[in-house]
């Protein structure tokens, strides 16, 4: 009976904190009355068991058992309290429940109400007195105590039945207004928007006339600005056309003057012409002294070439590495030059002690000296620049039109390498010759077209290893395939040799070049090797093609450009045992000093001027061939380490060095046409 009787105010209480219409309530609420008949006769039900459990007990357990609910009453109001004022979110959608619950709180509880009379407010007391005791034997009083607690639950049931049905009343009346505040608040949203849409629309009628009155503001201030310029150039063209008018007066008197000197100057035109003439003429004259200038200034320089030698041989000696053992003192001596310290370096004496030769006495022999002479010496403080100095007017020649070739020879970690390609990084102060050489290259070539010579350059970068010619240019599929390259003539009876299959680049700016030497140290042959871990175990040649043509005089000339990084030179040890890895090394060992004895042997046969020269006994030498004749200039850098453990092999690069130094060969021609 007690959940009949709070179902209408949980009704209310969930539907305000669920969010939804109080509308839907009404399906769960009872029918008026029901709840009443429905509470009495449910009290009967329980009575009845009641008395036959409790029969033969004393009067103080029955009232003991009956006071639970009595306390449940109690709490009725309690319940109907609380659902007055619940907290709300403050939303739109919720100002429905929002009104129910104002309407529930504000509403005046009935003074006719059971909860307030006396009667009822005293019934907890009168409860919670303890009756008292009846004997077992008297039936009929006991049946007066329960008759009397009847009377007491049906009077209680009535009261909550009122209660109940003024709670249904105040629940429909709260439904009712919240059903008109939620209609009204729909009309007031829609009179909202509109009112929000009429102002939107007044807002940009305003802005389109505010913007509408500033253009036609600024057009105002821009008429007025224009009418004052307009006044002002009218006043000033006035005041100029009187200036005019002055000066009109003035022209014509000088008009008048001038008419009479015309006559003069007439005379003086003619003159002056015969001048231009002459001017016209001595300029085609200074052209052809320029040109004749430029010529002799590349027979002169060819000339200073050839005193120098048309095969030249320079010694570097490179720097001691870190982590490797400083040599003793006086191992390597370089010797000044007749003008004393000033004067570049020319020789070298190198000191070998041999532990296996003494005296008499046993002690040790003194150090054999061997002294070499070349064209230059480079201690291991030389730079790059001051290499590249030497060989720049050398560089100069091929634009002149004579094929020039400039080797790197040495054991394996001499540094030739570093000679010819730089050091890794990027440094500017490291690059080595063949970036050098291109950069001067394009910059003489820039100077020269001031005078009408247009030149083109062609590069390609090719390796020999093993007697195979591989493509350090090639890309994709064709990387470090060597089998498809081929050493051929351009044509039938032409002397110019081309590789087959190998890509030659054109190029017209260091950056090409830098990609292109890139590309070839990713391609070109290493393997690890007793002196260095990273050993170069090929000869790269890097050939450019130039092509100079002057389209005024109809003259070319063309000229190929080598620069050749060999493979180290070691000798070999035959009582080392090899394994099936050291077999490779030998058999690459072998191909090595059998193109560069090749090499000596054409250097040797060139200067015996022998009829007949052994360029096809190595690839090498064949595909270099253009450029080790009679017409061509050959420069060597002979590296050597600074070590005293690579003393025997140092002695050997020198004294090839030396041999090749003392070779002549015939007068270098130019490739003009």
């Given amino acids: 009976m007690e959940s009949q009787q709070r179902s209408p105010l949980l009704a209310v209480k969930g539907n305000i904190e669920l969010k939804r219409p109080l509308v839907k309530a009404h399906s769960r609420l009872p029918l008026p009355g029901r709840s009443f008949k429905r509470g009495?006769?449910?009290?009967?039900?329980?009575?009845?068991?009641?008395?036959?459990?409790?029969?033969?007990?004393?009067?103080?357990?029955?009232?003991?058992?009956?006071?639970?609910?009595?306390?449940?009453?109690?709490?009725?109001?309690?319940?109907?309290?609380?659902?007055?004022?619940?907290?709300?979110?403050?939303?739109?959608?919720?100002?429905?429940?929002?009104?129910?619950?104002?309407?529930?709180?504000?509403?005046?509880?009935?003074?006719?109400?059971?909860?307030?009379?006396?009667?009822?407010?005293?019934?907890?007391?009168?409860?919670?007195?303890?009756?008292?005791?009846?004997?077992?034997?008297?039936?009929?009083?006991?049946?007066?105590?329960r008759n009397a607690e009847l009377k007491c639950y049906r009077e209680k049931a009535r009261t909550l039945d009122q209660e109940n049905q003024q709670l249904q009343d105040q629940l429909r009346e709260a439904q009712q207004q919240a059903m008109d505040l939620g209609a009204e608040r729909r009309t007031l949203e829609e009179e909202l928007s509109r009112v929000r849409a009429q102002a939107e629309q007044g807002q940009r009628e305003?802005?389109?006339?505010?913007?509408?009155?500033?253009?036609?503001?600024?057009?105002?201030?821009?008429?007025?600005?224009?009418?004052?310029?307009?006044?002002?150039?009218?006043?000033?063209?006035?005041?100029?056309?009187r200036g005019l008018a002055t000066r009109l007066e003035e022209q014509e008197r000088r008009l008048?003057?001038?008419?009479?000197?015309?006559?003069?100057?007439?005379?003086?035109?003619?003159?002056?012409?015969?001048?231009?003439?002459?001017?016209?003429?001595?300029?085609?004259?200074?052209?052809?002294?320029?040109?004749?200038?430029?010529?002799?200034?590349?027979?002169?320089?060819?000339?200073?070439?050839?005193?120098?030698g048309n095969i030249r041989v320079?010694?570097?000696?490179?720097?001691?590495?870190?982590?490797?053992?400083?040599?003793?003192?006086?191992?390597?001596?370089?010797?000044?030059?007749?003008?004393?310290?000033?004067?570049?370096?020319?020789?070298?004496?190198?000191?070998?002690?041999?532990?296996?030769?003494?005296?008499?006495?046993?002690?040790?022999?003194?150090?054999?000296?061997?002294?070499?002479?070349?064209?230059?010496?480079?201690?291991?403080?030389?730079?790059?620049d001051e290499v590249f100095e030497e060989i720049a007017m050398l560089v100069q020649s091929a634009l002149d039109g004579y094929p020039v070739c400039i080797f790197a020879y040495g054991q394996t970690g001499s540094g030739k390498t570093f000679t010819m390609e730089g050091g890794p990084g990027g440094d500017p102060q490291l690059e080595g010759l063949i970036p050098r050489a291109l950069r001067h290259l394009f910059s003489v070539a820039q100077e020269l077209s001031s005078q009408g010579w247009t030149y083109s350059f062609v590069a390609s970068y090719v390796e020999i290893y093993n007697e195979t010619v591989r493509d350090?240019?090639?890309?994709?599929?064709?990387?470090?395939?060597?089998?498809?390259?081929?050493?051929?003539?351009?044509?039938?009876?032409?002397?110019?040799?081309?590789?087959?299959?190998?890509?030659?680049?054109?190029?017209?700016?260091?950056?090409?070049v830098e990609a292109l030497l890139h590309l070839a140290r990713q391609n070109r042959a290493v393997a690890r090797t007793a002196q260095n871990e990273r050993s170069s175990r090929s000869h790269s040649v890097f050939q450019l093609q130039i092509s100079g043509d002057h389209a005024g005089r109809g003259l070319h000339c063309g000229a190929p450009l080598n620069l050749v990084d060999l493979a180290g030179s070691?000798?070999?040890?035959?009582?080392?045992?090899?394994?099936p890895g050291e077999r490779e090394r030998l058999r690459e060992t072998q191909a090595i000093n059998s193109s560069l004895s090749t090499l000596g042997l054409v250097i040797m046969a060139l200067s015996n001027k022998e009829s007949h020269v052994p360029y096809r006994n190595s690839k090498l030498t064949y595909l270099l061939q253009n450029s080790l004749g009679g017409s061509a200039k050959m420069l060597m850098f002979v590296n050597i380490s600074p070590l005293e453990e690579n003393a025997s092999e140092s002695l050997n690069s020198l004294r090839f060095a030396s041999k090749v130094n003392q070779c002549v060969i015939g007068t270098a021609q130019a490739n003009r046409k």
Wanted: glycine share 8%; net charge positive.
């Fill in 40 to 145: 009495r006769d449910q009290m009967e039900d329980v009575l009845e068991p009641e008395k036959k459990r409790t029969r033969g007990l004393g009067t103080a357990s029955k009232f003991a058992a009956s006071q639970p609910r009595a306390q449940v009453r109690t709490t009725v109001p309690q319940a109907q309290g609380q659902t007055a004022a619940p907290k709300l979110p403050k939303k739109t959608g919720l100002r429905c429940s929002t009104a129910v619950a104002t309407v529930l709180k504000n509403q005046k509880p009935d003074p006719a109400a059971p909860a307030q009379k006396p009667g009822t407010a005293a019934s907890p007391k009168l409860e919670g007195k303890k009756p008292k005791k009846r004997p077992a034997w008297d039936l009929k009083g006991q049946l007066c105590d």
């Fill in 206 to 241: 305003l802005g389109n006339l505010s913007a509408h009155v500033l253009d036609l503001e600024e057009r105002l201030s821009t008429q007025e600005n224009l009418v004052e310029e307009l006044q002002k150039e009218q006043l000033g063209l006035q005041e100029e056309r």
């Fill in 256 to 308: 008048q003057a001038s008419e009479a000197a015309l006559s003069g100057s007439q005379a003086e035109v003619a003159s002056l012409r015969k001048e231009a003439a002459a001017q016209v003429a001595l300029l085609a004259e200074r052209g052809e002294r320029l040109h004749w200038l430029e010529m002799e200034r590349r027979r002169l320089h060819n000339q200073l070439q050839e005193l120098k």
């Fill in 314 to 384: 320079f010694c570097r000696v490179r720097p001691v590495l870190p982590g490797e053992p400083t040599p003793p003192p006086g191992f390597l001596l370089f010797p000044s030059g007749p003008g004393g310290s000033s004067d570049p370096s020319t020789h070298l004496s190198l000191f070998r002690s041999d532990e296996r030769r003494g005296t008499l006495s046993g002690v040790p022999a003194a150090p054999t000296r061997y002294d070499f002479s070349f064209d230059r010496v480079f201690p291991p403080g030389s730079g790059q």
């Fill in 472 to 512: 350090l240019l090639a890309t994709g599929t064709r990387k470090g395939q060597g089998g498809d390259c081929e050493i051929r003539r351009v044509g039938p009876g032409s002397e110019e040799l081309t590789v087959t299959n190998a890509r030659y680049v054109p190029v017209s700016c260091e950056k090409e």
């Fill in 570 to 579: 070691e000798r070999l040890d035959p009582g080392l045992a090899l394994g």
